[in-house]
């Protein structure tokens, strides 16, 4: 029998209500076993100490199979902080250049599209997650004064660009599904950077001649995410760009409450962190009212993973037979069910 040692970050927000559900669930498998070890990482950890990740913090965290992260993001302290200071610093330090953010519209979730049903969306967003956009480069000059310059410098480099674009067209093949790969960019104004992305992607493509490809604008794509969600099955985009997508995705299958998160390292030479992508949702702390649903499918990806395909899949159909039975469930996706309701019937189904 497997057994794995997870390094748990619970963070921010509602992040340790629905760790809370995901660490019950994974408890609940027979198959593999798990010691979950807590780490005060967060923004209340800041205040406290001046720092998110203590001194050694991210050495200790190494020596871990998996991070099981919830969220980050403080009402009181800037997001630039917060995003700077934690999540980004493990996603770099650990090389998890590839998130991956899958998007399923299940049986029995209402999508705010009309016409749109159980098994018509079924897409998932590769982000380049080290560098780009988020790279924190720049600075700025003559603050608090009319000359103030501020400078934000996107970093794209041939390793990182190839090897992001290569994993959508290794997932495209693991899939098996529509053997596509829709790559975003905004080439037309970015004439650097962007038009340099296209190049790689070009470059290649022509390794995997047996899947379709696509090349969209990312204003573009945003309009095909609502209009045409159904043709998109592999979608491969820098980090602010694939960033941006998700929450789309994320709206037209229900609920930013069904949207899992994984920031892998594919080579396995440190741990993955896997989490919901919804983030600290400051309006349903302690209420009890926040859909665990998005971190459980990260759990399942997260156990998928370490090599327990039948585990991941037993969670899957947990959820599955949950929302298509429609009983228990939180008020984002029409219910009435607290979070822990909601974490208690998948693992009762999971029995």
């Not at 980090?239 to 396995?268: C, E, K, Q, W």
């Amino acid at each position: 029998m497997s057994h794995y040692n997870i390094a748990v970050i619970s963070g921010d927000g509602v992040g340790p209500e629905v760790i809370e559900e995901g660490k019950k669930v994974l408890n609940a498998l027979s198959a593999p076993t798990f010691t979950f070890t807590d780490f005060e990482w967060s923004s209340n950890y800041y205040r406290q100490t001046g720092q998110f990740i203590p001194d050694g913090g991210l050495d200790e965290a190494a020596n871990y199979d998996a991070i099981f992260f919830g969220a980050v993001g403080d009402a009181e302290i800037q997001d630039h902080i917060t995003l700077n200071n934690l999540i980004l610093p493990i996603r770099r330090r650990f090389d998890q250049y590839a998130c991956v953010r899958p998007a399923y519209l299940y049986e029995g979730v209402q999508s705010p599209l009309i016409e749109k049903y159980g098994g018509d969306i079924d897409l998932v967003v590769i982000r380049e997650n080290t560098e780009g956009e988020y790279a924190d480069v720049g600075g700025r000059l003559y603050q608090q004064s009319n000359q103030e310059v501020a400078v934000q410098t996107s970093v794209f480099t041939r390793h990182g660009t190839e090897r992001i674009i290569r994993y959508a067209f290794e997932e495209a093949r693991r899939r098996q599904k529509k053997n596509k790969v829709t790559s975003i960019t905004k080439s037309n104004a970015q004439g650097y950077s962007m038009v340099f992305w296209d190049e790689v992607f070009e470059q290649v493509k022509s390794d995997y001649p047996d899947i379709k490809t696509e090349s969209l604008l990312i204003d573009a794509a945003a309009m095909d995410f609502v209009r045409r969600p159904e043709d998109f099955d592999v979608v491969v985009a820098s980090n602010l760009f694939g960033d941006i997508l998700t929450d789309i995705s994320a709206a037209t299958v229900g609920s930013m409450g069904l949207a899992p998160s994984a920031n892998l390292n594919p080579d396995r030479e440190f741990p993955s962190m896997f989490e919901p992508v919804h983030g600290s949702a400051f309006e349903l702390i302690g209420k009890g009212l926040v859909n665990p649903l998005a971190t459980i499918l990260a759990a399942a990806m997260m156990v998928e993973f370490l090599g327990d395909n039948d585990a991941g899949a037993h969670i899957r159909k947990a959820v599955s037979d949950n929302l298509r039975e429609n009983k228990v469930r939180t008020p984002d996706i029409g219910g009435t069910s607290t979070t822990t309701d909601v974490g208690d019937d998948i693992m009762r189904r999971m029995s």
